[in-house]
């Protein structure tokens, strides 16, 4: 069964740096998005990209963030000038054409900033 | 805004019990209600994903239920196993994003 990849599975970075998260999606789905949980937290939504562009972010999701699609398979997240409280799992999903479908899930990594 | 909630927040039974989660949102304007399975320190894995026309899935042991008006779903595990134990997540869907609720942890004793 096709299924999302996520790497790394573990990314350690000291303060201020910058990260970038991958994710390979589904290979026909068109709607992508990231997610993240802080240990012990509930997931919560970061942004929904189609179409090369984003349709939905929330809060959360500020200019410190960046969502990419840089070319016809992967799926980026990037974190600029990382700090202490960007450490949790942070997942990658998407959904196909059809839009009454389930949302699938990559295995996610772990982000530990130092 | 959407706000789901998730009881008990953790459970613990013998074997081969049947038990039921439960998990209410707060706006009905749903798309469709997903159910999740998260073992520790892993990822997300889809058990059952019900439209919001629908009343109930099943798969397997696990049946979900979905009372859209009330703003309640419920998943219920037939006969529980030890290897059932993992936490559970229910999350529902509205225009684009998932709003998920804290998870129930359960823990199947042999």
């Known amino acids: 069964e096709p299924e999302v990849t996520q790497t790394p599975s573990h990314q350690v970075t000291q303060m201020g740096q910058e990260v970038i998260l991958r994710c390979v999606p589904i290979?026909?789905?068109?709607?992508f998005y990231w997610y993240r949980q802080i240990l012990g937290q509930k997931v919560e939504f970061l942004v929904s990209f189609y179409n090369n562009e984003i349709s939905e972010k929330s809060e959360i999701f500020d200019d410190q963030f960046s969502v990419e699609r840089p070319d016809g398979s992967n799926f980026t997240l990037k974190i600029r000038s990382t700090k202490l409280e960007d450490s949790a799992m942070y997942f990658c999903?998407?959904?196909?054409?059809?839009?009454?479908?389930?949302?699938?899930f990559g295995d996610g990594t772990r982000l530990s900033i130092l | 805004k959407q706000e789901v909630t998730q009881i008990p927040a953790a459970l613990s039974v013998p074997e081969g019990e049947n038990l039921v989660l439960n998990c209410s949102f707060t706006?009905?304007?749903?798309?469709?209600l997903q159910w999740f399975r998260q073992d520790p320190g892993k990822g997300l894995t889809s058990l059952l994903l019900i439209q919001s026309s629908q009343r109930e899935q099943t798969s397997g042991r696990l049946n979900a239920s979905l009372d859209k008006s009330s703003g309640r779903s419920t998943l219920y595990i037939a006969a529980s196993q030890p290897g059932d134990s993992a936490t559970y997540l229910c999350a529902v869907r509205g225009a684009q994003k998932l709003v998920f609720g804290q998870g129930t942890r359960l823990t199947i004793n042999p």
């Open positions: 706006d009905s304007a749903i798309y469709n």
């Open positions: 999903a998407s959904l196909g054409q059809a839009f009454d479908q389930p949302q699938h």
């Open positions: 290979s026909n789905h068109l709607y």
